[in-house]
């Protein structure tokens, strides 16, 4: 009787251990199939943050250049502003010459 025990609970412990080790490496290889796309997706974010950071930087020499483009108007509208007043003030100066020119 004793030894029936010892043996049915021997048996049992080892099928328990069974179960137990096969669920250990399923879980093993569910945890490595995570990984393995934890990584991809990992890589996938890297790869986007290192593009975003590319189009920012792309971004910023743009504006760069845009502020200095729109320097460089305002500069040449002042001075198209001064030369147009020039024009305007030779034009009231000699407009008694004009008579005198002929008409095309």
Known sequence: MILTAFLIGLVLSLVGLFVVVIRAVALWRQGKRTGGMFGDEL?????????????????????????????????????LDVLMSALGDAQRQTRWLRVFLPVR
Not at 63 to 68: G, K, N, T
């Open 43 to 79: 890589a996938l974010f890297e790869e986007r943050a290192v593009r975003t950071e590319q189009l920012l930087t792309e971004a910023d020499r743009a504006s760069q250049d845009l502020q200095a483009a729109t320097a460089r108007l305002r500069a040449s509208r002042a001075q």
